[in-house]
């Protein structure tokens, strides 16, 4: 590690590049509060008069804010997390934007803080920053909610200008904005063999270390919520960055001794699990759940904590359990993949992919080849030897990952289709304990599953499971057929025979909390509902919620919506649909042009139906906090729920739970949804069928009440029947039940 850093910090030409708050300042109420002392400005100088060495301060803080601070041009300055930069002489915009819709929501939110005591409103060029530092505990969570009813509003109409969240900040910005132009720049103005060495404590930070190149680094300055980074190297807090760079400076200068021992620098990568005992429990997933923003730790972030965390957490605790999966990180091909555990409510066990591995295996053969594959869009399917070796190849990672934390008899639960030959790998490994799969998707009949060359290894693979589960019986039957035509295995309603090992098949369909969405409202939200379904007037609000993918037939459903208007006028200016599409695997090209058909068909129904007083379609690009969604699917007459296929779907369960039982909203339901299988009482619509769902819809904003509560009544009964926690358990309870015990 010495001469590593030896070499680094006396190479030439090295750059610093620095954030300011909370890396080189500790955080102070206001950020007015927090300037650069001079112990802080004497070693910046310092650094900035060592030849061969170059210092540049990264920030979010306001480009006139930088300039009063380091007048001395020696500095190189990037503001605005890199909307503005200053080398030698004047500062330069990094783009065009016009700057007067940030001033005027600047002004709103000028006037919402006044009512709010410690709220604060700093103003930029292209962002504007909402600092709630100095805010009570308690008041924050109905600020946060006022805040984003003004910010989502507004991001809706700039699509521009982006939301982020700093240490108790929010911050609206130019969207093009990203501390990474600091890298860029700092390599264009020095030359492709200059080294870089980042510091950054904060989320706007990994835009930084995600630019760097193999032989640069990174070091995080921890500070608040543990987080998972793209930086390398970690240090506690401002005074060890400082330390840091001070021995930076001591390197670089003439005679001076460096001792690296008084550097508080660590690798943040691998960190020793700390757990007691191996987990008698392992769950693994492709993806972890990105559990550490929650709601618990600060109420004004947005989270995404699902119904599957929330199941798998008790029993996680119960049985002494670990999740492992990717964290989300990613290494160059030439490093080694990092491992590390979390330690929380459930504990996590993550470790990094290759850039290979993202490109090869998840884009690639998980997601160009198995979802298109096992949600029958045959002809979208990809299919390419490259990816399919790196499928195998990535379940011997898992596969490695896995047994630095299990020992041979250890329960083994694994989800989805990223990880469909584990259980061959693990048994080949010599895993004895039992090894379950559950499928969250669709599985074909035989006719679309043989489509893929390696049908039959896949399959014979996965008959290495003791225990498969689906949502449905329909998938079942499909899998079950699947082995019987592919592999002439010998299969029962329940059990599949191949080679002599025996695999259980069977339905178990996914739950949700239906209490999570019941819960009363915070008053300021119930307040902000209010305003929505007040400004709707008589409008009647029809609800679409979906991850933006082709799955789930949003082009479809806002074509039938528009053929509803063309069908029936007198609709017109009395319904609105708001469809909330969250960001999804925006890197795959599918995706990308699944966004603009969709942007594209709001537009044409917008443009031929709507008047200044009414909007048809309100389209909704990003995610909102379960909160938000519970009473919003509560506001809704409609749940629009058609996806041309889905294993399940949640939002399905979600809309019923969420509903007033004395005054009911309609769940219209493709029946080409997993769920369509249970939820027989919704109104059932075939989303290929543009005039028959337009009709459906009709039909669903015509419902008498009598009709709405009965129906309501038998979905919610099954909602509550299985529950997530129920599913979970039940799963668990199959499988030890049906392992075969394996000798020792
Ligand atoms: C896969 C299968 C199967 C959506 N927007 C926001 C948000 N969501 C939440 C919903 C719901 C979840 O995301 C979506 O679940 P789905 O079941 O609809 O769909 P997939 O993501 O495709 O899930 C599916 C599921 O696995 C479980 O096995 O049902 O068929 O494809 O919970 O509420 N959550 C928050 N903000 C949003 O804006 N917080």
């Known amino acids: 590690m010495i001469g590593h850093w030896v070499s680094l910090v006396r190479h030439t030409p090295l750059a610093i590049l620095t954030d300011l708050d909370g890396t080189l300042l500790p955080f102070a109420p206001t950020p007015e509060e927090a300037r650069p002392d001079p112990g802080l400005m004497t070693l910046l100088r310092s650094l900035a008069s060592r030849p061969g060495l170059r210092v540049v301060i990264v920030s979010g803080r306001p480009h006139t804010t930088l ?20 080398a030698e002489g ?79 900040v929010i911050e609206i910005r130019a969207a093009a904005a990203r501390k990474s132009f600091a890298v860029t720049w700092a390599r264009q103005r020095l030359g492709a063999d200059v080294r870089l060495v980042a510091l950054g404590d904060d989320l706007t930070d990994e835009h930084l270390f995600a630019a760097l190149s193999p032989t640069d680094e990174g070091v995080l300055v921890r500070g608040g919520v543990p987080r998972r980074t793209h930086a390398r190297w970690e240090v506690g807090g401002v005074a060890d960055a400082r330390a840091f760079l001070a021995f930076i400076d001591d390197a670089r200068s003439e005679g001076k001794r460096m001792s690296l021992s008084a550097v508080p620098l660590a690798p943040v990568r691998p960190r020793v699990p700390s757990l007691a005992a191996p987990s008698s429990l392992l769950v693994v997933s492709n993806r972890l759940p990105d559990l550490r923003s929650s709601e618990s730790v600060d109420p004004v972030r947005r989270v995404n904590v699902g119904g599957l965390v929330s199941a798998l957490e008790p029993i996680l605790a119960e049985r002494h359990g670990l999740w492992l999966g990717w964290g989300g990180r990613v290494v160059p091909d030439c490093d080694e993949p ?8 459930p504990p996590l066990a993550w470790f990094d992919y290759r850039q290979s591995w993202l490109r090869d295996y998840y884009s690639g053969f998980c997601n160009a080849t198995l979802w298109p594959l096992l949600h029958s869009f045959p002809s979208r399917v990809v299919i390419d030897e490259t990816t399919w070796r790196s499928y195998v190849d990535v379940h011997e990672a898992f ?19 990223h990880l469909l030959l584990f259980a061959r790998t693990m ?23 043989s489509i893929l060359p390696w049908a039959r290894e896949v399959l014979g693979a996965m008959l290495e499971f003791d225990l498969v589960g689906f949502h449905t019986h329909g998938y079942v039957a499909n899998f079950t057929a699947c082995a019987a035509s592919l592999l002439g295995s010998v299969a029962g309603p329940h059990v599949v025979e191949h080679s002599g090992h025996f695999t259980s098949v069977e339905a178990f369909p996914i739950g949700i909390l239906p209490e999570s969405f019941q819960e009363a409202p915070e008053p300021a939200l119930v307040a902000e509902i209010q305003d929505l379904t007040r400004s709707l007037g008589s409008t009647r609000l029809v609800l679409g919620v979906d991850r933006l993918d082709y799955t789930k037939g949003i082009p479809e459903r806002l074509l039938a919506f528009g053929r509803l208007l063309e069908l029936y006028p007198e609709w017109r200016g009395r319904v609105s649909l708001i469809q909330i599409s969250v960001p999804s695997r925006a890197d795959i090209p599918e995706y990308v042009e699944q966004r603009a058909s969709v942007e594209g068909i709001v537009g044409r129904v917008n443009g031929q139906f709507g008047e200044p007083h009414w909007v048809p379609i309100r389209y909704l690009y990003r995610g909102y906090s379960r909160a938000h969604l519970s009473r919003l699917y509560r506001a809704a007459h409609v749940g629009y729920v058609t996806p041309l296929r889905d294993g399940m779907n949640l939002v399905a369960k979600e809309y019923v739970a969420a509903q007033d039982p004395d005054d009911p909203g309609v769940l219209l339901l493709s029946e080409f949804a997993g769920a369509a299988a249970e939820m027989k009482d919704a109104l059932l619509t075939n989303p290929y069928y543009t005039d028959g769902m337009a009709r459906d819809l009709d039909r669903a904003l015509r419902m008498p009440l009598e009709e709405r ?36």
């Open 399 to 417: 596969a490695d990952a896995a047994q630095r934390y299990v020992t041979p008899h250890d329960t083994l639960w694994v989800h989805d289709y």
């Open 338 to 345: 990092g491992y590390g555990v979390d330690e929380g409510s």
């Open 427 to 449: 048994r080949a490994r010599g895993h004895r304990g039992p090894i379950g799969l559950f499928l969250h998707v669709p599985f074909p009949g035989p006719d679309i599953f």
């Open 67 to 86: 300039e009063r601070y380091f007048p001395d041009e020696a500095l190189w300055l990037v503001a605005e997390h890199g909307t503005w930069y200053r």
């Open 90 to 168: 004047a500062w330069q915009p990094t783009i065009e934007l016009a700057p007067e819709p940030i001033h005027r929501l600047a002004e709103r939110l000028e006037e919402m803080a006044r009512a709010h005591p410690g709220a604060r409103v700093e103003r930029k060029s292209w962002s504007c920053a909402l600092h709630y530092r100095r805010m009570p505990h308690h008041a924050r969570a109905a600020f946060g909610v006022e805040a984003s009813v003004i910010l989502e509003d507004f991001l809706a109409r700039h699509p521009s200008f982006e939301r982020i969240e700093g240490e108790q």
């Open 709 to 744: 509560r009965a129906r309501h009544g038998r979905l919610l009964a099954v909602t509550e029947r299985t529950t997530a926690l129920s599913w979970a358990e039940s799963f668990l309870a199959a499988l030890s039940e049906r392992s075969p015990r394996r000798g020792t």
